[in-house]
């Protein structure tokens, strides 16, 4: 989010974001053990999911992390009281929910994408939503077609204003048959959070099954509603006419997992992370036993470390769960600057996610973006419309430079870019990292990195 808008920086400062910046002295390998908590891409969904309820829910293992903040300020200026009991731990109760001060959701929404998933709960409770011009990280043109068109078939009437979007159900929702035509995330999540209480059964074709999405099933799913997970991405969705409060602890956050896994290779070191599991970082583990990173599986988390051998290079795809997933690849690339040989990341999910790229060349890294991808022989599947592939040789050395984070994670891999450069690097706008990473700060500090953070 480069040079943001006035307004943006008002709403970012709300919310706890920062236009801080981080001097590191880079050529030093991180060493030690952090934790990671829940997961964003759930942690936020599972929050506005609690507007669905009669009663309080309770949300645990939260991260404290201002994506977290933002959607907390969106359910406060709907009524919803949200406390937090003891640490990590959310009470989300929507007993009085009430129509928001339009100003209030906007100040709040221009840091986010989340609220376009307030929609159907919204249209359940109160008959109306308005949605503000979303936010979210710059990665590209990132449309919500998917999510309007879903809630169009369960009966929704869109208008568009100069505001942002007023969503009317004169006639209640109900169920639809629904086959998105990408298995979108946000629009999986937009038919799960609308079908739960529509009256009669949904069918969501080519639907999305990422980890965090089967936890908000298993959270909706506590509070009461029918929802069968079939194969090829088929989802039923049978609709009820209330649903109760949920007690749930959020799956842990295995993007912030990658992220200290790729910052353990790309700056030979050694990170424990406690919390990270197995199973949901199957597809990430093979990649990173490829380039050449060793780990070790703990019950309690998973070392992650450069065995001292040198790196090598390799071919990798961006994909929909059970794929490598996007988020990933930024991290990743920075360690492939290090890997002898040529290395090729395709990126088929987002339309722009190299921007962070060109800071790494001005750091040293052999870096070439394809804007049109690649057609190349050791892929699974042929070039997607929209593609773009990221050619990187190595080993480069990184040397240190004044960088500028783009978005979020991004922002982690210049982090890292700047701890493995040799010299003194300076990386502002930092604190976006603080939307999906918590106290990042504190842990660099535990990895015992060399830096001056100004807040
Ligand atoms: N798309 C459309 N129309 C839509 C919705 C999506 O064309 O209505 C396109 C997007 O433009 C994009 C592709 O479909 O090219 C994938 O978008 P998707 O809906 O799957 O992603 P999302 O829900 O917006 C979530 C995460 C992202 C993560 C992606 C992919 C959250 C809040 N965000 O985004 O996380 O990269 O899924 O897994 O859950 C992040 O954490 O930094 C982040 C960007």
Redesign the pocket.
């Known amino acids: 989010m480069n040079s943001l808008t006035k307004d943006a920086q008002k709403a970012a400062e709300r919310v706890g974001l920062h236009s801080d910046q981080i001097t590191i002295n880079g050529g030093k390998p991180l060493r030690g053990r952090i934790e990671v908590r829940g997961a964003?891409?759930l942690a936020?969904k599972a929050m506005v999911a609690a507007l669905l309820a009669e009663g309080p829910s309770v949300l645990k293992n939260v991260p404290d992390i201002s994506d977290v903040n933002v959607v907390t300020g969106m359910l406060e200026a709907y009524g919803v009281s949200v406390t937090s009991a003891s640490d990590g731990e959310l009470r989300l109760d929507p007993s009085n929910v009430l129509k928001a001060q339009f100003h209030e959701i906007d100040a709040l929404a221009g840091s986010s994408?989340?609220p376009i998933l307030f929609c159907g709960p919204l249209l359940h409770r109160l008959g109306e939503a308005l949605i503000p011009d979303l936010g979210g990280?710059r990665?590209?043109?990132?449309?919500?077609?998917?999510?309007l068109d879903a809630l169009r078939a369960f009966g929704a009437v869109v208008d568009k204003s100069y505001e942002g979007i007023r969503l009317t159900a004169p006639n209640g929702l109900h169920g639809a048959d629904i086959e998105l035509p990408?298995p979108?995330?946000?629009?999986t999540e937009q038919v799960l959070l609308t079908a739960v209480m529509a009256s009669g059964t949904t069918e969501l074709r080519n639907a999305?099954i990422?980890p965090e999405i089967m936890d908000l099933i298993a959270i909706l799913q506590k509070m009461g509603a029918i929802i069968t997970v079939e194969p090829n991405r088929v989802i039923f969705i049978e609709g009820v006419d209330r649903l109760d409060g949920y007690t749930h602890t959020a799956l842990f956050d295995r993007?912030e997992a990658a992220s200290w896994a790729a910052a353990a290779l790309a700056t030979e070191g050694d990170i424990f992370v406690g919390g990270a599991q197995q199973q949901e970082l199957m597809t990430f583990l093979n990649i990173f036993r490829k380039v050449g990173g060793a780990f070790d599986i703990h019950e309690d988390g998973i070392r992650f470390f450069h065995p001292g051998t040198p790196l090598k290079p390799v071919v990798v795809e961006t994909d929909v769960h059970p794929g490598f997933?996007?988020?990933w690849q930024q991290p990743l690339i920075v360690a492939l600057t290090k890997a002898v040989g040529r290395s090729v990341v395709h990126e088929t999910?987002?339309?722009n996610r190299f921007g962070f790229t060109d800071a790494l060349i001005e750091m040293g890294a052999n870096i070439v973006v394809h804007q049109d991808g690649l057609e190349s022989v050791t892929r699974r599947v042929p070039r997607r419309r929209l593609e773009q592939a990221a050619v990187i040789i190595g080993p480069t050395p990184l040397h240190g430079a004044d960088i500028e984070i783009p978005d979020?994670?991004g922002g982690f891999s210049h982090l890292i870019a700047a701890l493995t450069a040799e010299g003194r690097s300076t990386v502002s706008n930092v604190g976006i990292i603080s939307r999906?990473y918590e106290h990042f700060i504190d842990k660099l500090r535990i990895l015992g990195a060399d830096f001056v953070y100004e807040g």
């Open positions: 964003k891409n936020t994408r989340i990280c990665i590209g043109d990132r449309p919500i077609d998917f999510h990408y979108s995330v946000g629009a999305a990422e993007n997933m996007t988020d999910v987002y339309e979020l994670r999906g």
